[in-house]
């Protein structure tokens, strides 16, 4: 791949930029950051240091391909990336997110506009989360998930899209969990594959959401989470 000229742009010569990768001159980029093709980069993005964008799936036993890949990665206007950030290709960012140090975003991921990927989160491949919706530190979105707008999802929160991981299955099989809108999921909570969570509903800290939750307007809590009361 073939490295883009740079003076036009405001970064170091320690930042790799291959040629195919469009790049606002308004963006700022860090020292050590990487930046693949066919990245598409908006008006006031800011870049730290030692970023990866854009960076392509290795396929292998376990890193199964998707079958609906595109190769085109988006960084809307105003958006933050933090040190470290991994933003895999095919990835869709709306304008004014803030994605902190060492968060990580597989291939395909959409975010709406105003969302926070919390430091070292993890959203796996195809997730799709709404328009400020916040996910904190430590939480695993899993692949194929559906979050809606103004959501709260705590610290170390994991969701999960495979009961049998010991059994090969094409990635579309892989049935993440499905969040409605202004839903809060407490720290320290689980959430199995194949689960809906209606509008409106509180998952209290530390519950296990193995079934879908239907009574909006309503708090959850325990292992499995158990209706509590309404609101």
């Known amino acids: ?9 405001n970064f170091d010569d320690s930042v790799i930029v ?9 963006v700022i980029i860090g020292p050590n950051t990487i930046i693949y093709p066919n990245v598409t980069i908006e008006d006031d993005v800011n870049i730290s240091s030692s970023a990866i964008i854009g960076k392509s799936p290795t396929v292998g036993k376990n ?37 902190a140090d060492k968060s990580l975003l597989r291939e395909n ?6 969302v ?3 430091t ?45 991981p010991e059994i090969d ?4 099989d892989q049935i993440g969990g499905k969040v409605g809108d202004r839903v809060m999921i407490g720290s320290n909570s689980t959430i199995l594959p194949n689960v809906e969570i209606k509008d409106d509903i509180t998952v209290a800290a530390g519950s296990l959401v193995s079934r879908s939750l239907s009574k909006s307007n309503s ?3 325990g292992s499995p989470a158990n209706f509590l009361k309404n609101k």
Not at 109 to 114: E, M, Q, Y
Not at 136 to 158: K, P, Y
Request: glycine letters at 10%; hydrophobic letters at 40%.
């Open 1 to 9: 791949m073939d490295i883009l000229e740079k003076q036009d742009h």
């Open 18 to 26: 291959y040629k195919g990768a469009k790049i606002s001159p308004k």
């Open 63 to 99: 890193q199964m391909k998707l079958t609906d890949f595109t190769e085109e990665t988006i960084i809307g206007k105003g958006t933050f990336v933090g040190d470290q950030a991994i933003i895999y290709k095919g990835c869709k960012i709306g304008e004014n997110n803030y994605i």
């Open 109 to 114: 991921v959409t975010l709406a506009d105003d």
């Open 116 to 118: 926070v990927v919390g």
């Open 120 to 164: 070292s989160a993890v959203v796996s491949f195809n997730a799709k989360v709404g328009s400020r919706t916040k996910i904190m530190t430590a939480t695993n979105i899993s692949g194929n998930m559906v979050i809606g707008d103004d959501c709260f999802i705590g610290v170390l929160v994991c969701a999960v899209n495979d009961n049998t």
């Open 169 to 172: 299955k094409p990635r579309s």
């Open 219 to 221: 708090v959850y809590m």
